[in-house]
């Protein structure tokens, strides 16, 4: 199966589904050009299918108009099924469909990688591929990519109020990591952060080069 019937056999919002596209993108513009030789297929694949299980953790109230066409109702039996199926954890339900999905243990390890809470150590690492799906998931807010440091002052706002909080040292270290791997990443591009733009992923995307890449499954959803 290529990817856009991944995305319809497990059911995936619309937006959940640009957001990956548009994270890959980021992902495989900055392995394209790295000066040093990393597994961009490898990255591609594991940024397509970072956040399978998300819906778990999605409130459907907060944003309607991305629930459209099929709407809330529809949205949330979907919600239900997953819930069923894979429990209530979001991280564990992307694993287990990326497992049902055969991606190797090289993919499932750049999954990992990915996450707010992994940005200390995907700092320390040497693998520039880690830090490659770090970043790259960092770049993109909901309708599209954006420079990093409006992305962490959305984010910064966004967490200080769930926390209850005027400002949050977690969160401090963890945008103070992100902005050290982008250092480290670009110290080794031709390339520089602001070369990568929503109109040059809206072009990948376009193009249809996610749909060359097959993923077979392994048991039915």
């Not at 309708?143 to 984010?155: A, C, I, P």
Request: charged residues 30%; hydrophobic residues 35%; aromatic residues 8%.
């Amino acid at each position: 199966m290529d990817i856009s019937q991944i995305y319809s056999k497990y059911k995936l919002l619309p937006n959940l589904q640009a957001h990956q596209k548009r994270v890959a993108s980021v992902g495989k513009i900055i392995a394209d050009h790295l000066t040093e030789e990393t597994d961009t297929e490898n990255v591609v694949k594991a940024l397509l299918l970072h956040d399978m299980g998300n819906i778990l953790k999605f409130n459907l109230d907060l944003f309607p108009d991305l629930l459209e066409p099929e709407g809330k109702i529809y949205w949330e039996s979907v919600k239900e099924e997953y819930r069923e199926k894979y429990g209530d954890d979001e991280h564990l339900a992307t694993e287990q469909i990326a497992r049902e999905i055969c991606v190797n243990d090289r993919i499932m390890e750049l999954i990992h990688s990915v996450g707010f809470s992994k940005t200390e150590e995907n700092r320390n690492t040497t693998d520039v591929a880690k830090k490659i799906c770090c970043y790259a998931d960092q770049r993109v807010a909901i309708y599209g990519v954006t420079d990093l440091g409006t992305r962490l002052n959305e984010g910064r706002k966004r967490y200080v109020l769930n926390k209850g909080l005027v400002k949050d040292e977690i969160f401090e270290q963890g945008a103070a990591n992100l902005l050290e791997i982008e250092k480290q990443i670009f110290s080794k591009s031709t390339i520089l952060p602001t070369d990568v733009t929503d109109t040059l992923v809206s072009t990948i995307i376009s193009s249809g080069y996610f749909e060359t890449f097959i993923f077979h499954q392994k048991s039915p959803y």
